[in-house]
Each structure stands twice: as C-alpha cells, then as structure tokens.
C-alpha cells in the first residue's frame, strides 16, 4: 500500500499521482534494511520542494508548472463561469493553497494544454499564483483524452447549450453513436439526443435557453414548429407571457404559434421558487471539485439531500475511496 499522502495536497491525492521510485535515506545499514532495499514501497514526492525532471509512470506525472504556461482547453464544454464562486474560490487558494491539482497535457516543448480544472486554473490566476500543482497525462491514446473531456463534462454545472455542444463535440471528435455515449456518461440514450437537438434552434432561441429564460423542455417543444420566424416568435410569447411547456406543447398542436402574445393586463403569476443559497452552490462546486464529478446539494424545510453523480462502478469506486481512504482495501486475515 502507498504511504501517506503528501502534507497540504489532500486525501486520497497518492491514488491520482503515480510517482517514481523512493528514495532510501542514507543511514547506517541493518539487516532488515538491507532485506527490504531491492524492493523498496513507493513513495509520494513532496510539493514544496522544487520537482525537477519527473520521470513519466503509467502514462501521467506530477509537476508545478508555470501558470502563464497553460492554455485553456478548446474543447472546454463550458463556456460561463461565475464570477463570484470564483472570487471565493481564489480566497480559499490564497489562504489553503490549490488542495486539488488541474490535469493537463503536454503540447510542446514548454507548454500545456487543461484537460480537467479550467475554474481551478482561473481562481488561481486571480488568486496571483505563479505556479500551481498539476498532473501531465499522456495523450497518446484518444481513450485517455476522451475519457477525462467526459469526466469534466459530467461535473460541470453546464447549461442545456454547453451540454449539447459538448456532446456534439464528443460524437464528432471520436466517432461515438449516441448509444455509446449515453452509456459511458450514464444518461439515456434518448437524453443525449434530445439535448443535441436543442443545437437545430435558431441563435436568438439557443441564447434565450443559455440564459435560462426559457428552459430545454421550451426548447424542444420550439422544435416541432418547422419555421424558424415561428420559432422564435412563440419563444418569445413564453416569455412574456409566462408560459409552460404543456402551455407551449398545446399551442403547437392547434397551429397557434404566430398568434399575438396575451394583452400585458392579464399576465400570468409565476409560481415562486426557493433561491439558492450561495453558501449551498460555493459548497456543491467545491465537492464537485474534491470528487471530480457532479455533485448536488439541497436543503429543504426540514432536511437536506447531497446528490454525487458517477458513470461507472469503477468511477463509484473511485469516489468512495476519496471520500475514505482505505475503506476499497481488503482486508487481511
């Protein structure tokens, strides 16, 4: 079993980084160290000290890179991020230090490209870092790649566009079916599909959707009306007048989308919904952050509920053991 992790990088930080051969000290020999000293354990490197020239295992190294050295990734699903969950996020980096490290790939000689931690990148810059813990993968294989674009797709807090475009990225980079795809992100089949159809919207309906003034279900409802101008003109009677998605289903089915929005004397209330707590969103993000995977928090009158997404048994496994370490260990007789 690999020893403690290092001081200040987080639990469960050892299984993530695979590292080079330990280092013996330099004492005075006894019999049972001279008995271990062919097969020494293991060990992690430290982050303070300087890491100079690690040597690659198992496809992927720790390093601290330079933060001006690493350059976004063009296949970022995300496109939005709040600026005040970041401004927390670099007060906690100033104070703690960045606890988790960005994941990234090499693309020259000295510079790197984010496969996973872009939020984790900017609160850093603001944070005035100048170098910041990451793991180097290999991309020599297009699995690995694929794999670490759909595990940063799964914990982001993407809008119905970012997770469609994302998609639609996916199947067009790497050939998947949307049966393939929809099993390896854990969504149905039909899932993956319907939100890739919100792309077929004209702009200024895509835009209403990112910007949550109307909703996917709108949206494709919009999507059985053949006219683009209809479109967008019944998107814009949801608004102003309010209108669900059963209400927006009907006056499709009876070819009433081009009728004039209802007179402003008669609007429709909209049913009050509970505002999320900054302090519950700053919590979700920073567990999606320590998990590596989407995660939920709710609080109701009386209790509350944490969701933690995952897609496959191994990626529960892997989520359990982050949660406590050495709790996925068997146990000796």
Do not use: C
Not at 13 to 34: M, N, Q, Y
Not at 58 to 63: D, E, H, S, T, V
């Amino acid at each position: 079993m690999v020893g403690k992790s290092p001081r200040g990088l987080g639990k469960g930080l050892g299984a993530l980084i695979p590292t080079g051969p330990a280092v013996t000290e330099t004492s005075a020999p006894s019999a049972s160290a001279i008995m271990v000293a062919p097969a020494p354990a293991p060990a992690p490197q430290p982050v303070t000290p300087q890491l100079a020239g690690p040597k690659p295992v198992a496809g992927a190294y720790f390093l601290e890179i330079p933060i001006e050295d690493i350059a976004p990734n063009p296949r970022q699903p995300r496109e939005i991020f709040s600026e005040e969950p970041l401004k927390e996020l670099a007060t906690s980096i100033r104070e703690v230090g960045l606890l988790q490290p960005v994941v990234v790939r090499a693309t020259g000689e000295e510079g790197y490209e984010l496969i996973m931690g872009e939020r984790r990148w900017r609160a850093s810059k603001l944070a005035g870092l100048s170098k910041i813990p990451a793991i180097v993968r290999s991309t020599q294989e297009d699995k690995l790649l694929l794999d670490a674009l759909i595990e940063n797709l799964q914990r982001e807090q993407l809008n119905p566009l970012e997770e469609a475009a994302a998609y639609r990225q996916l199947l067009d980079d790497f050939g998947a079916t949307h049966e393939q795809l929809a099993t390896r992100i854990g969504r149905s089949r039909s899932h993956v599909t319907n939100t890739i159809r919100l792309l077929n919207l004209p702009p200024k309906v895509q835009r209403r959707v990112s910007a949550g003034t109307i909703t996917a279900g709108h949206g494709r409802a919009l999507l059985t009306l053949d006219d683009p101008a209809a479109q967008e003109h019944l998107a814009a009677r949801i608004v102003a007048e309010l209108l669900s998605v059963r209400a927006v289903e009907e006056i499709v089915a009876v070819g009433d989308a081009m009728a004039a929005p209802a007179p402003a004397t008669t609007p429709k209330t909209p049913r009050a919904k509970p505002a999320e707590e900054p302090a519950l969103r700053h919590l979700a993000d920073r567990l999606s952050d320590r998990f590596e995977t989407r995660v939920k928090v709710d609080f109701g009158r009386r209790k509350g509920r944490i969701v933690v997404e995952f897609a496959t048994i191994d990626d529960l496994e892997r989520i359990i053991a982050t949660m406590a370490p050495g709790s996925m260990q068997p146990t000796e007789e």
